[in-house]
């Protein structure tokens, strides 16, 4: 959605309303005007006609109109062909043998008498001056509205800077706060009592939000290290259980299921910090250039026993070898990592994997269960598509958050019976 300026939007409404109050008043004023006009016409034509009559028609023989007509430039006597009746007033273009030009009058068709015959008397008035002089009011009107506006903007823009610049401060203030540096911005107060309400409410909701970021961040350093050493502490008593001669096999296969528990619990537990702390941006700000080929290649080689395991064949394919990124090494292995394991743990026995290289994009097609994933569950956390895979399903979700922490994007398709994950590092190659 296109964004506006609030002035720029509210100059619109004044603009739109401006050119509707023009679109309306204008035509109404000019026909109004020029009705009136025509109407002040009509009773000097008909005055004209009263005066005519009454001296020069009623004497008048048909042997003489020819000789009226060539000495009354503004009145002609015309043969009644359709009897007219009544007195008629039209606006009619007559040429102008003066000006060599047609132009606009009102005449005036009154039917008399001339020796018994039926005559039409024709009394015509030069409007021309006075349309032009409405056209120029009108156009006139048009101006003054037209300055109006852009009058009316320039000080709306000029009460708009002053009005709204305690605005501008407090957003400027919260566009640069930075809920890590533990520092909450203190607004200005102004003589506007409603930027006063608005700069209260924002410190109170930035100081809970501080707090409440302290206790979490408390919370993720702490559970870090009290959480992991008891589980270090099970895993290692376990293990010492194994050790024992005297266990029995059944025994040695319930503390060996113990094992697995606790190791996946440890791995669910630092996948979960892991995720805390880019939420709450405790990742150190160490990035530097990696280069995206030599890190898979040392994934694959991690991961290449879990894929013969299942028997996965595994191609690479690289189109741009010097393809890097600017970020955090853990986090980017940590994101690689994940989608290969992804591919390998959902994959089927005997199948394969295609890794490709290209301009800025990496793409990751595994084989799989036939039938495409649902896409508003893969990225969510303990959103796992397949039950009966091992794991936790916080992989893709990591991958996810790593991907938004740097602004790249990965998508998932299926295409051609493969599952395809594609991740795009288009705003990373600029740099």
């Given at each position: 959605?296109?964004?506006?300026?609030?002035?720029?939007?509210?100059?619109?409404?004044?603009?739109?309303?401006?050119?509707?109050?023009?679109?309306?008043?204008?035509?109404?004023?000019?026909?109004?005007?020029?009705?009136?006009?025509?109407?002040?016409?009509?009773?000097?034509?008909?005055?004209?006609?009263?005066?005519?009559?009454?001296?020069?028609?009623?004497?008048?023989?048909?042997?003489?109109?020819?000789?009226?007509?060539?000495?009354?430039?503004?009145?002609?006597?015309?043969?009644?062909?359709?009897?007219?009746?009544?007195?008629?007033?039209?606006?009619?273009?007559?040429?102008?043998?003066?000006?060599?030009?047609?132009?606009?009058?009102?005449?005036?068709?009154?039917?008399?008498?001339?020796?018994?015959?039926?005559?039409?008397?024709?009394?015509?008035?030069?409007?021309?001056?006075?349309?032009?002089?409405?056209?120029?009011?009108?156009?006139?009107?048009?101006?003054?509205?037209?300055?109006?506006?852009?009058?009316?903007?320039?000080?709306?823009?000029?009460?708009?800077?002053?009005?709204?610049?305690?605005?501008?401060?407090?957003?400027?203030?919260?566009?640069?706060?930075?809920?890590?540096?533990?520092?909450?911005?203190?607004?200005?107060?102004?003589?506007?009592?409603?930027?006063?309400?608005?700069?209260?409410?924002?410190?109170?909701?930035?100081?809970?939000?501080?707090?409440?970021?302290?206790?979490?961040?408390?919370?993720?350093?702490?559970?870090?290290?009290?959480?992991?050493?008891?589980?270090?502490?099970?895993?290692?008593?376990?293990?010492?259980?194994?050790?024992?001669?005297?266990?029995?096999?059944?025994?040695?296969?319930?503390?060996?299921?113990?094992?697995?528990?606790?190791?996946?619990?440890?791995?669910?537990?630092?996948?979960?910090?892991?995720?805390?702390?880019?939420?709450?941006?405790?990742?150190?700000?160490n990035p530097q250039t990696?280069?995206?080929?030599?890190?898979?290649?040392?994934?694959?080689l991690l991961l290449s026993?879990?894929?013969?395991?299942?028997?996965?064949?595994?191609?690479?394919?690289?189109?741009?070898?010097?393809?890097?990124?600017?970020?955090?090494?853990?986090?980017?292995?940590?994101?690689?990592?994940?989608?290969?394991?992804?591919?390998?743990?959902?994959n089927i026995s005997g199948?394969?994997?295609?890794?490709?290289?290209?301009?800025?994009?990496?793409?990751?097609?595994?084989?799989?269960?036939?039938?495409?994933?649902?896409?508003?569950?893969?990225?969510?956390?303990?959103?796992?598509?397949?039950?009966?895979?091992?794991?936790?399903?916080?992989?893709?979700?990591?991958?996810?958050?790593?991907?938004?922490?740097?602004?790249?994007?990965?998508?998932?398709?299926?295409?051609?019976?493969?599952?395809?994950?594609?991740?795009?590092?288009?705003?990373?190659?600029?740099?």
């Amino acid at each position: 959605m296109k964004q506006h300026k609030l002035l720029n939007k509210t100059l619109h409404y004044y603009i739109g309303f401006g050119i509707l109050m023009a679109l309306l008043i204008e035509p109404g004023f000019y026909l109004l005007i020029k009705k009136y006009h025509l109407h002040e016409v009509d009773e000097y034509l008909y005055l004209q006609l009263e005066r005519t009559a009454d001296k020069s028609i009623k004497s008048l023989k048909i042997s003489d109109i020819s000789t009226w007509n060539r000495f009354n430039s503004e009145s002609m006597i015309l043969h009644d062909t359709v009897h007219t009746e009544h007195i008629i007033y039209k606006t009619e273009s007559v040429f102008n043998e003066v000006e060599q030009e047609y132009e606009p009058y009102r005449v005036l068709y009154a039917p008399v008498e001339i020796e018994s015959e039926k005559y039409l008397l024709a009394i015509q008035m030069s409007i021309d001056d006075f349309q032009k002089t409405l056209q120029s009011s009108v156009l006139l009107q048009m101006l003054l509205l037209a300055c109006l506006m852009a009058g009316l903007g320039v000080i709306a823009r000029f009460i708009h800077e002053r009005l709204w610049k305690p605005f501008y401060r407090t957003l400027s203030l919260i566009q640069h706060f930075n809920i890590r540096k533990n520092e909450a911005p203190r607004f200005p107060v102004t003589d506007i009592k409603e930027f006063n309400q608005l700069n209260l409410a924002l410190e109170k909701l930035i100081d809970n939000n501080l707090q409440a970021y302290k206790i979490q961040k408390e919370f993720t350093e702490n559970a870090s290290h009290e959480m992991q050493t008891p589980l270090a502490v099970l895993r290692s008593q376990l293990d010492m259980l194994l050790q024992q001669p005297s266990l029995t096999k059944e025994q040695s296969t319930i503390i060996q299921t113990l094992h697995e528990t606790i190791s996946r619990l440890v791995r669910m537990n630092n996948n979960l910090l892991l995720l805390a702390k880019i939420d709450n941006g405790q990742i150190p700000d160490n990035p530097q250039t990696l280069y995206v080929y030599e890190t898979i290649k040392k994934s694959l080689l991690l991961l290449s026993r879990l894929a013969e395991t299942s028997n996965i064949a595994i191609e690479m394919q690289s189109d741009d070898a010097e393809m890097f990124v600017y970020a955090n090494q853990q986090l980017f292995e940590c994101m690689v990592n994940n989608l290969l394991t992804n591919a390998i743990k959902h994959n089927i026995s005997g199948g394969r994997i295609q890794v490709t290289l290209a301009t800025d994009t990496l793409t990751i097609t595994n084989t799989g269960i036939d039938k495409p994933l649902e896409n508003s569950l893969l990225f969510r956390r303990f959103g796992r598509m397949n039950p009966a895979a091992k794991g936790s399903g916080l992989g893709l979700a990591i991958a996810r958050q790593i991907g938004s922490l740097y602004g790249w994007q990965i998508n998932y398709d299926f295409e051609g019976g493969m599952h395809k994950f594609e991740v795009n590092f288009h705003s990373e190659m600029k740099k």
